[in-house]
């Protein structure tokens, strides 16, 4: 029987691995360490875990080393995941200069824009290419995930594409919520919002 992981646990586990990285000279780690570092209470910590299985020494707690190679595995980030960039406009440019991806087993691996002005240019280590050139790129390079950084006039006839040429998973940074297959992971960052929710927080606490 297939266990329904609550998406919440999902993102409290690449939290839960932040907070190991700072205990990389520990050997061991109880859950009540771990709920100082992460802000999460220690009986939330340990339910988390135990939806994939039981990694802690009783009277002792966590193997720092063990639960990090654990985590990787349950997150799929134990190998390097190849990344589409679709829209080299400014949030797109600062994706392709951010390092830590390729740190954390993400390689943006190909870039796409329709400007002229930019297809052809390398950007870092990577060559901005042409739209229409996607399909061939996808293929040779066996990509599965993307991230979007088009407008929004243009971001579902993106995402189709992306969808039509075997794209299973998509970040989409355009502030409109996509139709996609069942099959299909599809995370909306909605970056005014995020910001619209501070403003409301900011606005409340000062007096």
Do not use: C, H
Not at 50 to 59: E, H, K, L, P
């Amino acid at each position: 029987m297939k266990i329904n992981i609550p998406s919440v646990t999902i993102k409290r586990l690449s939290l839960y691995y932040r907070a190991l990285l700072e205990s990389r000279k520990k050997d061991l780690i109880s859950s009540n360490e771990l709920s100082n570092l992460t802000g999460f209470k220690a009986a939330q910590i340990r339910r988390d875990l135990a939806y994939f299985g039981q990694f802690g020494v009783s009277g002792k707690g966590y193997e720092v080393e063990v639960l990090k190679k654990e985590i990787l595995k349950i997150l799929g980030i134990d190998k390097e995941w190849r990344v589409a960039l679709v829209g080299v406009g400014n949030l797109g440019s600062a994706f392709l200069s951010y390092k830590g991806f390729r740190e954390q087993g993400f390689n943006i691996v190909a870039a796409f824009d329709n400007d002229v002005r930019k297809i052809g240019k390398t950007f870092g280590r990577i060559n901005i290419q042409d739209i229409s050139e996607i399909k061939e790129r996808i293929d040779i390079l066996s990509i599965k995930m993307a991230i979007v950084t088009v407008p929004a006039s243009a971001a579902q006839s993106i995402i189709n594409l992306l969808v039509k040429y075997s794209v299973k998973a998509i970040l989409n940074f355009a502030p409109i919520r996509p139709n996609v297959p069942k099959n299909v992971e599809l995370l909306n960052i909605d970056l005014s919002i995020e910001l619209e929710r501070l403003a409301y927080f900011l606005k409340r606490n000062i007096k």
